[in-house]
């Protein structure tokens, strides 16, 4: 009876660590995707209200994967009384910075976490939704196989630790099989609502993949925000100095 207890046990166990290698194997093309980054983008934010009526805003965003740490720098150039520059360090030990400059600060302000779950340029998109984290959460789980559209998906559930700081208390994923690319993401607040992202017009450039247009709802309320990339290098050869503090204040 010792024995057979003895090699359930060990059956258990090591059943348990075969899932959670192929959890984190699941999630490696997104990390691999954001320790890769090495980017410019240039595109527009829009944000649709319930009766259909569209603000834009155009945007350019640098991106790169330094060691430790990703850095993503993003100007809002138009309208004119909306320009700013936002710059988000993202680490995957959960030590997160977002800074952000207008016309006529002398310095970059850093932004207080109670801050982070703000909307960006009065979007569904929040600051925190930028930084990608929940790719680099401790709990990873997967919850099953699923459809999404025609794509046959990995479904992870990602959990916080007590380090990382997040206004989200889950975030379920929807992994392409093929190419473990994100094609649906649905984030739930602290407070319960669920935010749904979507990506569409997936391309592969460099032997990258991305997304032309990513959307984004809150189940249950109407209107939607878009965030649409018009064009970009993949390999831009982006350095320190091009996401140093001179850069959010040149205006």
């Not at 093309?29 to 320790?35: D, E, I, T």
């Not at 998906?153 to 916080?160: A, G, K, N, R």
Request: net charge positive; proline share 4%; hydrophobic share 40%.
């Amino acid at each position: 009876m010792r024995l057979a207890s003895l090699t359930l046990a060990a059956a258990l166990f090591f059943s348990c660590a075969a899932c959670a290698a192929d959890v984190h194997s699941l999630m490696n093309a997104s990390r691999h995707r954001l320790q890769t980054a090495d980017y410019r983008a240039s595109g527009h934010l829009v944000k649709v209200d319930e009766h259909g009526a569209r603000v834009s805003y155009s945007f350019n965003i640098k991106a790169h994967w330094f060691p430790g740490v990703l850095r993503l720098l993003i100007e809002v150039t138009s309208p004119a009384e909306s320009r700013k520059y936002i710059l988000l360090e993202m680490r995957p030990n959960g030590k997160n910075v977002v800074q952000i400059a207008h016309p006529g600060d002398a310095a970059p302000l850093t932004l207080p976490f109670e801050k982070w779950g703000d909307a960006l340029m009065g979007s569904a998109f929040s600051y925190e939704d930028l930084l990608e984290s929940h790719y680099f959460w401790q709990e990873q789980k997967e919850l099953k196989k699923a459809k999404f559209g025609a794509r046959d998906c990995d479904v992870v559930l990602s959990t916080p630790g007590p380090a990382d700081k997040t206004h989200y208390s889950q975030v379920n994923t929807w992994l392409d099989h093929s190419i473990g690319f994100p094609v649906y993401i649905e984030k739930k607040l602290q407070g319960g609502a669920v935010k749904e992202f979507t990506s569409f017009g997936l391309r592969q450039n460099a032997g990258l993949w991305s997304a032309s247009q990513i959307e984004v709802k809150v189940r249950g309320q109407a209107g939607s925000s878009l965030m649409i990339f018009d064009r970009g290098t993949p390999k831009a050869n982006l350095s320190l100095k091009d996401f140093a503090p001179l850069q959010l204040a040149h205006y």
